[in-house]
C-alpha cells in the first residue's frame, strides 16, 4: 500500500530557530499534501493545503510567514516553522493524496514532535 | 466546524464487539465516509471507508444508514491493542479533511 514518510519523529530546538519537517510519498504521486498540528488530548487541526508547484493555501488563523509550506515535486512537501517559540511545541503530521493512491484514501505520517526550548 | 460527531470515549471488554457511532448529516450524495484511528503519538492508520453499501475487511466493518446520514463501525473481537482515538471524517473536494473531536476507544481486559 502507498506509504508517506515523515521526518523527523522527534525534534528539540532553541526558541528562535526554524526547523524543517520533511513529508515524502514513497510509492505514489502526491498532487496533493496536507499538513496539521496536534497539541496533547486534542484533534487534528488543520493548518495547509498544499498543491504540487503551485502556492500553499492555509486556513484560517495560520499565519503563512510563520509556518512555510514547499511542494516543489509530486514526491516531497517541506514544512519549515521559522522563528519557533515554545508555543510551536506541538505535534505536526502531514498526509498525501493523488494518483496511484487506491481507492482514494489518504494517507499519513507518522508525525513529528516538535518541542521549542 | 467538525461536520462529524461522535461520543466522546467509549469501553469495550477484551474479545466483545466495539461498535463506535458517527452522525454527518451534512455529507453530500457522492462523499464517502472514512474510519481512521490513530494510537498515542502516530500518525492516523486508516481502516474502512464506504460510500452507501456496509463495507468489511480484515480490521473492521462499517455500516452505513440508508440515508447516509449516520454509520457504525464494528470491531468485531476488540484486543488491547485496539485502544486508541478512533475517527469518522468525510472529506470534501481534493480531500481537504476537517478532523472532529473522534471517540476514544478504552478496551479492557
Known amino acids: 500500500g502507498a506509504v508517506v514518510s515523515q521526518h523527523p519523529s522527534r525534534v528539540i530546538c532553541k526558541s528562535g530557530t526554524s526547523v524543517k519537517i520533511e513529508c515524502r510519498s514513497l510509492d505514489f504521486q502526491a498532487t496533493t499534501m496536507f499538513w496539521y498540528r496536534q497539541f496533547p488530548k486534542q484533534s487534528l487541526m488543520l493548518m495547509a493545503t498544499s498543491n504540487e508547484g503551485s502556492k500553499a493555501t492555509y486556513e484560517q488563523g495560520v499565519e503563512k510567514d510563520k509556518f512555510l509550506i514547499n511542494h516543489a515535486s509530486l514526491t516531497l512537501s517541506t514544512l519549515t516553522v521559522t522563528s519557533a517559540h515554545p508555543e510551536d511545541s506541538s505535534f505536526y503530521i502531514c498526509?498525501?493524496?493523488?494518483?496511484?493512491?487506491?481507492?482514494?484514501?489518504?494517507?499519513f505520517g507518522s508525525g513529528t514532535q516538535l518541542s521549542v526550548l | 466546524d467538525a461536520k462529524t460527531t461522535q461520543p466522546t470515549s467509549m469501553d469495550c471488554a477484551e474479545g466483545r464487539a466495539a461498535n463506535l457511532p458517527c452522525n454527518h448529516s451534512?455529507?453530500?450524495?457522492?462523499?464517502?465516509v472514512y474510519w481512521y484511528r490513530q494510537i498515542h503519538s502516530q500518525g492516523p492508520q486508516y481502516i474502512i471507508h464506504g460510500l452507501k453499501n456496509n463495507e468489511t475487511n480484515e480490521m473492521a466493518s462499517l455500516i452505513i444508514t440508508e440515508d447516509r446520514k449516520s454509520s457504525t463501525l464494528i470491531l468485531p473481537h476488540a484486543t488491547l491493542r485496539d485502544t486508541a482515538v478512533y475517527y469518522c471524517?468525510?472529506?470534501?473536494?481534493?480531500?481537504?479533511?476537517?478532523f472532529g473531536a473522534g471517540t476514544r476507544l478504552f478496551v479492557k481486559a
Open positions: 471524517i468525510f472529506p470534501t473536494g481534493g480531500f481537504k479533511t476537517i
Open positions: 451534512t455529507i453530500s450524495g457522492n462523499e464517502y
Open positions: 498526509s498525501a493524496t493523488g494518483t496511484d493512491t487506491t481507492n482514494e484514501k489518504l494517507f
